[in-house]
């Protein structure tokens, strides 16, 4: 492997070396969805990105427990401390219960993430599954002096953490008295020392459907909190990487890190990764401005911005062109060219899975042919280990694509390259294509129908009927399919 993995700390604004606090083991939380509603592409780049992390780390020997949560109460619309919860109002809107809500959306979820070929985490734990621990979080503050109870709920005191070498804003690069000239006067201020603090339990109002019993009120958590007792509870009081989206950076990930620093007197993350977001022809993505995107509306080209429908692991394949880090524009032209670029994978794919080594008298070995796979191959990791930088990535599997294409064409014999080679070029290509980006082959029609096929279209190639050949050609076509012909055979493959 060409050097060592280093991830970007939002923390510390630095790439650095990547040291787990317990190795081989890492622990991996992520920020999961908020269940009131169906996913949308936003969403899906995050927990493809650390999707796609999750896979590399596993892939290089570390034995990685993920934790990604579901929200499914505390939650509030507009994030902040007051207002409705966001799946306490949408329950009353469909007039169901708010668990059934949850369901929904949880079934949603996951649906779309298995479309995506996104992995299931190793533990995804819920928030209303966790009361007992965010209740003893909120006592052991209380205790510490850094929270306290007024009118029935609870508050993180901002003031005193800081006077106690606390540092709030560190993380997203707020400055304090900024901040408290940004706060407005909102409901639900009166009961604050500091506009700044946080709520770690609310009471809740008569018309508020979810509630638990608590010391202070019958009332529901904080948005923060849970987060901070679900990583803890599973990783330990210090893990090695926090992950979500940019937006999520403040206030959430600012108070998780005041409110795990607090109780268990320590930095309870090492790393912290966020993944930034996506735009629409240059625009921000939002559903006020009409060019928010839900997945089924890419796969089956509905939404009124697409000039066509897109695969699954097309869209999969465009976000991975592109650093997690850097700001991803949605178009009709990426997205086609992305398309192309999916195929082309996908058919060396399916090639490399159908190639043997097979040795050849008289076929010298290639040493620079060698040498040019094998770089390629330490390239790949170098790119993924500086940063997870999966674009660079990509370009590396074109390379090794290059002499898939060769093999396929009998430009070169699997002999110049070696056994050893062959192996790497074969092993290598399979692993980063299918195990580390996640991208599969989208089979369009069973191998029997399109074997049958090309039977077909050889003998009527043979016996010149060329308008049955035309007709063949044209049902590939309309599978987004072509036929191939070779010198040494006939095959298909997707179109690119």
């Known amino acids: ?66 934790v990604r949560n579901i929200t499914d109460v505390g939650h509030l619309v507009g994030d902040g401390d007051d207002g409705e919860d966001k799946i306490g109002r949408m329950a009353k809107l469909e007039k169901i219960e708010p668990m059934e809500v949850v369901q929904r959306y949880t079934n949603d979820f996951r649906a779309v993430m298995a479309t995506f070929n996104i992995l299931p985490p190793s533990i995804e734990p819920t928030a209303t599954g966790h009361m007992v621990e965010q209740i003893d979080a909120v006592r052991s503050l209380i205790g510490k002096g850094l929270a306290y109870e007024s009118n029935g709920s609870v508050y993180f005191d901002i003031a005193r953490y800081n006077a106690q070498g606390g540092s709030y804003g560190k993380l997203s690069g707020r400055v304090l008295d900024d901040l408290l000239n940004e706060t407005r006067d909102l409901d639900g201020q009166a009961e604050k020392r500091n506009p700044l603090d946080f709520a770690l339990w609310k009471k809740a109002a008569p018309e508020h459907l979810m509630r638990w019993p608590s010391p202070w009120s019958n009332g529901f958590p904080g948005w923060h909190l849970e987060c901070t007792c679900m990583s803890t509870k599973y990783l330990g009081k210090q893990f090695d990487i926090h992950g979500g989206g940019m937006d999520l950076k403040f206030p959430h990930h600012e108070c998780e890190l005041a409110q795990g ?36 509306e890419l796969f089956t080209g509905s939404h009124h911005l697409l000039e066509q429908a897109y695969s699954p692991m097309t869209v999969r394949f465009f976000m991975l062109q592109s650093h997690y880090r850097s700001t991803l524009d949605f178009s009709n032209e990426a997205l086609k060219a992305a398309q192309k670029g999916y195929r082309r994978l996908a058919n060396g794919l399916r090639i490399i899975k159908s190639l043997e080594y097979t040795p050849a008298e008289g076929v010298a070995a290639d040493e620079k042919k060698q040498q040019e796979v094998r770089k390629a191959v330490d390239d790949f990791y170098a790119a993924l280990n500086d940063d997870l930088n999966t674009a660079v990535g990509i370009a590396q599997l074109f390379s090794l694509l290059k002499y898939i294409n060769m093999l396929n064409l009998n430009q070169i014999q699997a002999a110049a390259l070696g056994e050893e080679v062959f192996g790497l070029l074969k092993d290598s290509f399979i692993r980063f294509t299918e195990n580390i980006l996640g991208l599969k082959e989208e089979k369009t029609d069973t191998s029997a129908v399109l074997d049958g096929m090309l039977t077909l279209y050889r003998e009527y190639k043979e016996q010149k009927q060329y308008d049955k050949v035309d007709q063949i050609r044209s049902y590939f076509k309309a599978q987004s399919l072509v036929i191939k012909d070779m010198k040494h055979r006939i095959d298909w493959a997707y179109e690119e």
């Open 261 to 296: 620093q607090s109780i268990y007197g320590e930095e309870p993350v090492r790393y912290w990764l966020h993944s930034n977001m996506l735009t629409v022809n240059g625009q921000k993505m939002s559903k006020s401005l009409g060019n928010s995107f839900l997945p089924h």
């Open 1 to 66: 492997m060409a050097q060592p993995l280093k991830v970007y700390n939002t923390l510390t604004r630095q790439k650095e070396l990547f040291e787990p606090i317990n190795p081989p083991y890492v622990g991996l939380y992520v920020c999961g969805p908020t269940v009131y509603n169906f996913v949308h592409l936003g969403n899906v780049r995050t927990f493809l990105t650390f999707d796609t992390l999750f896979r590399y780390l596993t892939h290089i020997g570390y034995k990685v427990r993920y």
